[in-house]
């Protein structure tokens, strides 16, 4: 089994900053990415942000410039730095973690999710 226990959300006023983390443990044999994605009410879960091993980053056009996603690999750990927050990134943000376990099967897993309200 494979958990993901997110950390970093909460309330934050208009224009400040939130870091989420996420903290990967238990029968990985390998990374292939790990990202977030986010789903606000009523909306669809969607793409924020990824890092692939190698460390290259890939972003949705509307948090370009403003998040920055970041990887510490000796600790199976991924970053979200979140900066000029506005009310619309208010949603439940998740780590996805996609991984090959020991016998070499690339599998998906999700956390529990971390709510990120943004609101004055």
């Known amino acids: 089994q494979v958990q993901l226990v997110e950390s970093g959300g909460g309330l934050v006023q208009p224009g400040g900053s939130l870091r989420l983390s996420c903290a990967a443990s238990?029968?990985?044999?390998?990374?292939?990415?790990m990202g977030w994605h986010r789903q606000a009410p009523g909306k669809e879960r969607e793409l924020v942000a990824t890092?692939?091993?190698?460390?290259?980053?890939t972003y949705a056009d509307s948090v370009r410039g403003r998040f920055t996603i970041s990887r510490d690999n000796a600790k199976n750990t991924v970053y979200l730095q979140m900066n000029s927050l506005q009310p619309e990134d208010t949603a439940v943000y998740y780590c996805?973690?996609?991984?090959?376990?020991?016998?070499?099967?690339?599998?998906?897993?999700w956390g529990q999710g971390t709510l990120v309200t943004v609101s004055s």
């Open positions: 996805n973690l996609q991984y090959r376990n020991i016998n070499t099967m690339l599998l998906n897993a």
């Open positions: 238990g029968r990985i044999f390998s990374i292939n990415a």
């Open positions: 890092i692939a091993s190698g460390g290259r980053t």
